[in-house]
Antibody
Framework: EVQLVESGGGLVKPGGSLRLSCAAS????????MNWVRQAPGKGLEWVSS????????YYADSVKGRFTISRDNAKNSLYLQMNSLRAEDTAVYYC??????????????WGQGTLVTVSS | QSVLTQPPSASGTPGQRVTISCSGS????????VNWYQQLPGTAPKLLIY???QRPSGVPDRFSGSKSGTSASLAISGLQSEDEADYYC?????????????FGGGTKLTVL
């Protein structure tokens, strides 16, 4: 069974940093591209970042470019999101999502349960 | 303001057929495939349709997708109470600045 479990969310002050993790199991992690998608309270979905299976291709939304860094460790079956210079508008539930195929696409077939990040003083 | 435009709400009665539209431009829907997600209250999104009209395993054939030009549609036939959810379209957007995944603002479907 495919499982994606996010962790690392919490309360952080504006300008602070946080590192999210996503532990994957039930599939060959190194064969799939992975993604982060967020959802602000009461709002719609917003794509944050994507990384290909071998980390060769990485994409970011303009809203996080230069502040967030996506990475993965295929040996540990884990996806990460390093978030720096956090702002109030980054407050959201952050979902880890798997691509349906090996290449990076907007076809996210499995999602984690999400981890809440709250940026507030 | 989302790059892909969806109606904020839609409704129907049980058994009815409902369609949800998703309007974009030549840089996204016009040149890339469209995907649809269903988000039930309090849960993570679920992939409903990929590559314009393909259903993942386990998705009922009551759900169908189509694309024409710079617009796409999700149709739900034989509407059921459990279909009450938020629906989002998504696609790649290829701009001069790079490649981005864009979502529609979402459509809240109410089953009356």
């Amino acid at each position: 069974e495919v499982q994606l479990v996010e962790s690392g969310g919490g309360l952080v002050k504006p300008g602070g940093s946080l590192r999210l993790s996503c532990a994957a199991s039930g599939f060959t992690f190194s064969s799939y591209s992975m993604n982060w998608v967020r959802q602000a309270p009461g709002k719609g979905l917003e794509w944050v970042s994507s990384i290909s299976s071998s980390s060769s291709y990485i994409y970011y939304a303009d809203s996080v470019k230069g502040r967030f860094t996506i990475s993965r460790d295929n040996a540990k079956n884990s996806l990460y999101l390093q978030m720096n210079s956090l702002r109030a508008e980054d407050t959201a539930v952050y979902y880890c999502a798997r691509d349906r195929v090996k290449s990076v696409t907007p076809e996210f077939d499995y999602w984690g349960q999400g981890t809440l990040v709250t940026v507030s003083s | 303001q989302s790059v892909l435009t969806q109606p904020p709400s839609a409704s129907g009665t049980p058994g009815q057929r409902v369609t949800i539209s998703c309007s974009g431009s030549s840089s996204n829907i016009g040149s890339n495939t469209v995907n649809w997600y269903q988000q039930l209250p309090g849960t993570a999104p679920k992939l409903l349709i990929y590559s314009n009209n393909q259903r993942p395993s386990g998705v009922p054939d009551r759900f169908s997708g189509s694309k024409s030009g710079t617009s796409a549609s999700l149709a739900i036939s034989g509407l059921q109470s459990e279909d009450e959810a938020d629906y989002y379209c998504a696609a790649w957007d290829d701009s001069l600045n790079g490649r981005y995944v864009v979502f529609g603002g979402g459509t809240k479907l109410t089953v009356l």
